[in-house]
C-alpha cells in the first residue's frame, strides 16, 4: 500500500487552496479528484463575488475567514494578477423595515473588521446608479468579483510548484481509520495510507464521511440541498456596482435574495434564488422561473427590457440547515472533535466559501 503524507478530497476552489497551503508547508500532498478536471463541482456555478463579510454572525467562522480571506485573496489576486475588480456593492433598501435596518448590517459589519460600510440616501445611490430605484442603501466598497477559475489554476501551479499532484478521474469511495493514518480506497481499487485526509468533497463530503470507518455517523451532519438559478442579461449591464437587495430583518435567508453581478467582461447576471431540492444533480434553470425573476429584478431596476432575461446556469449550495432554520456556520471537524486520528471534515461549505477559501485552508492546516 503506497504511503501518502496528506490526501485532500476534491479539488475544489477550497480543495486546492488547502492542498497548497499544505505543501507551502513542505508537507507532501496528493489531491483526489473524481471529475475530468479541477473545479467542475459547486467551484464552476457561483457568483465568483468576493465577500466583504457583512452578513454573518459575529465571531463565527463565516465572519472571521471571510474578512480575513478576503484580504488575502485581494493581495494574492494582485501578487498573480490573477483578474479581479473590486468594484464595490450596493445593498438596497426596498421598503421601511429594510430602510431601518441599513444601520444595524453597518454595525454588524464593523463587529466582524469591515470597517469602510457607510449608508446613502436613496439620491446618493441613484446618483451612482442612475437605473437604480431604492429607499437607501449601504455601499460596500470591499465587494468584489474574481475569475474564479484563473484563481484555482494558480492554486494548483503553488500547490504542483512545491511537489504536490492533482488526480483527476479519481473517486474516493471511503477511508478507513488506521492505526496512526488512514486508508484511502479508490473506486478503481487502489489502495493508499494517509497520514491525513482532508475531507473537501464538497456536495459529496456527507456521503464519504459516511463511507469513514472508524467515524462515528452522530459527526456527520444532515444533508441539505438549496439550488440556485442564475438569468443572464441580454446586453451590457446598466450598472457599474453589485447590486443586493437588503434581507429583511429577523428573517432567516437561505440566500442573498436575487441579487445583479457582473463578471469581469460587464456581463451581468441576476440570481441566485433558493429552491429546496433532495437531490445534488438537480441542476438544471426551469425557463419559467424567469417570470418571479422579473419581479424580483424591477423592485430596484424598474427598466428591466421585457425579453431581456435568459436562463443561465444553476449552483447547488451544500447547506446543514433547511428551510426556515437560521443558516449555519461552517463545519469543520478535526480529531479533538471526532476522535478519528488525521481525519479533517468540512461540512457546509457554501458561500463565502470562494471568499473565505485561503483563510480556510490556513484553519484547516493548523488541525493537522
Known amino acids: 500500500m503506497e504511503q501518502v503524507d496528506v490526501v485532500v478530497v476534491g479539488a475544489g476552489v477550497v480543495g486546492l487552496a488547502i492542498a497548497r497551503a499544505f505543501a507551502l508547508r513542505g508537507r507532501e500532498v496528493l489531491v483526489l479528484e473524481r471529475e475530468a478536471g479541477i473545479g467542475m463541482g459547486t467551484s464552476s456555478r457561483n457568483s465568483e463575488v468576493i465577500h466583504a463579510g457583512i452578513y454573518y454572525l459575529p465571531g463565527s467562522l463565516k465572519a472571521r475567514l471571510c474578512v480575513q480571506g478576503k484580504q488575502m485573496l485581494y493581495r494574492y489576486c ?18 421601511d423595515s429594510q430602510r431601518m435596518a441599513l444601520p444595524d448590517l453597518v454595525r454588524q459589519g464593523a463587529i466582524n473588521g469591515v470597517d469602510d460600510l457607510v449608508v446613502i440616501s436613496r ?34 501551479g503553488d500547490l504542483e510548484h512545491k511537489g504536490g499532484l492533482v488526480v483527476c478521474h479519481t473517486p474516493v469511495s471511503g477511508l478507513r481509520a488506521l492505526d496512526g493514518g488512514l486508508e484511502v480506497g479508490c473506486a478503481d481499487g487502489t489502495l493508499l495510507r494517509a497520514n491525513c485526509v482532508i475531507n473537501s468533497a464538497g456536495l459529496g463530503g456527507w456521503n464519504l464521511a459516511l463511507q469513514t470507518h472508524g467515524l462515528p455517523a452522530s459527526f456527520v451532519p444532515g444533508a441539505w440541498y438549496a439550488k440556485g438559478s442564475y438569468f443572464t442579461l441580454e446586453g451590457r449591464s446598466p450598472f457599474k456596482q453589485l447590486i443586493y437587495p437588503a434581507p429583511e430583518p429577523d428573517r432567516h435567508l437561505a440566500g442573498l435574495g436575487v441579487h445583479l453581478t457582473i463578471d469581469l467582461g460587464g456581463q451581468a447576471k441576476f440570481g441566485p434564488d433558493v429552491q429546496w431540492t433532495t437531490s445534488a444533480d438537480d441542476l438544471d434553470v426551469d425557463a419559467a422561473q424567469g417570470e418571479r425573476f422579473y419581479v424580483e429584478v424591477r423592485k430596484y431596476w424598474p427598466g428591466l427590457p421585457d425579453g431581456a432575461l435568459h436562463p443561465g446556469y444553476a449552483g447547488m449550495r451544500p447547506k446543514i440547515s433547511g428551510p426556515g432554520q437560521p443558516a449555519a456556520d461552517f463545519l469543520i471537524q478535526g480529531p479533538e472533535t471526532h476522535g478519528v486520528p488525521g481525519l479533517i471534515n468540512l461540512f457546509g461549505i457554501e458561500s463565502p466559501g470562494l471568499t473565505s477559501c485561503m483563510a480556510l485552508a490556513e484553519h484547516v492546516t493548523h488541525l493537522a
Open 78 to 95: 494582485q501578487e498573480r494578477r490573477i483578474p479581479h475588480q473590486q468594484c464595490g456593492k450596493l445593498i438596497v433598501a426596498l421598503t
Open 123 to 156: 439620491e446618493e445611490a441613484m446618483a451612482l446608479e442612475p437605473s437604480l430605484a431604492c429607499m437607501g442603501a449601504v455601499k460596500s466598497p470591499s465587494t468584489g468579483i474574481i475569475d474564479s477559475h484563473s484563481l484555482m489554476l494558480a492554486f494548483q
